[in-house]
């Protein structure tokens, strides 16, 4: 049983490109979403994605964007790349019918450097 | 806002002593708590939850925690610590009210001595 998958591993970007981020949930999950986890701190809400459509926004900026495909997949998108982007992007799956108490598992991250 | 607390950066301990990693918690509602573990380069690995009942859970890897209603916490514990168990642990918390996001504390960083 596939668990979550991300890729790419680790991107170099400089400041003010755009980058995307991609995301595969782990098998039987329908709901995907998005973490920020800067270098010596806990993750960071940004977005949750459910039939496609963006369900609940942390505090994030709009340069933060994301889209879920109809295989629940799904994609992180960074404009205007600042320095202070350059964290740790984790990807959580969870099953259908997604509520407060539900498990959240997490792929193994793409590490983004702005340089 | 709901928000979580690790008091203590740093937990060292012995192998085969037991260990506590302390959380504390404040949200609005009833609290759903949560612990997750993160190795060198990896990314979060889901140890146990509490959501209603027993105020002990049993999780993975041996691993409890402990839901204290009047102290708002939540403190995960081991009988007997591995060298294995030296990781990054993290408490989170959701609430009916965040529903689907879940709010991390900032990490505890376990060393297991041998």
């Known amino acids: 049983d596939a668990g979550v998958t991300q890729s790419p591993t680790h991107l170099i970007k400089t400041r003010g490109q755009q980058v995307t981020l991609r995301c595969s949930p782990k098998?039987?999950?329908?709901?995907v979403s998005w973490y920020q986890q800067a270098l010596g701190q806990g993750p960071q809400f940004i977005f949750q994605?459910?039939?496609?459509?963006?369900?609940q926004r942390g505090n994030f900026p709009d340069r933060f964007s994301g889209h879920q495909f109809p295989n629940y997949s799904s994609e992180l998108n960074v404009n205007a790349l600042l320095l202070g982007d350059s964290a740790l992007y984790l990807c959580?799956?969870?099953?259908?019918?997604?509520?407060?108490?539900?498990?959240?598992?997490f792929g193994p991250g793409t590490r983004l450097t702005v340089l | 806002a709901q928000s979580v607390a690790q008091p203590e950066d740093q937990v060292n301990v012995a192998e085969g002593n037991p260990l506590t990693v302390k959380c504390t918690y404040s949200?609005?509602?009833?609290?759903?708590l949560f612990w997750y573990v993160q190795y060198p380069n990896r990314g979060l690995q889901f140890l146990l939850k509490?959501?209603?009942?027993?105020?002990l859970v049993k999780g993975s890897y041996g691993f409890e925690a402990e839901f204290n209603k009047s102290q708002t916490s939540f403190h995960l514990k081991k009988p007997s610590a591995l060298v294995s168990d030296s990781a990054l642990y993290f408490c989170?918390?959701?609430?009916?009210?965040?529903?689907?996001?879940?709010?991390f504390g900032s990490g505890t960083q376990l060393t297991v001595l041998p």
């Open positions: 098998s039987g999950h329908d709901t």
């Open positions: 949200v609005s509602g009833n609290p759903y």
């Open positions: 509490y959501i209603t009942g027993d105020n």
């Open positions: 989170a918390v959701r609430d009916y009210l965040s529903a689907r996001q879940l709010t």
């Open positions: 959580a799956s969870s099953p259908p019918v997604s509520g407060y108490t539900d498990t959240q598992y």
């Open positions: 994605y459910y039939e496609e459509e963006e369900r």
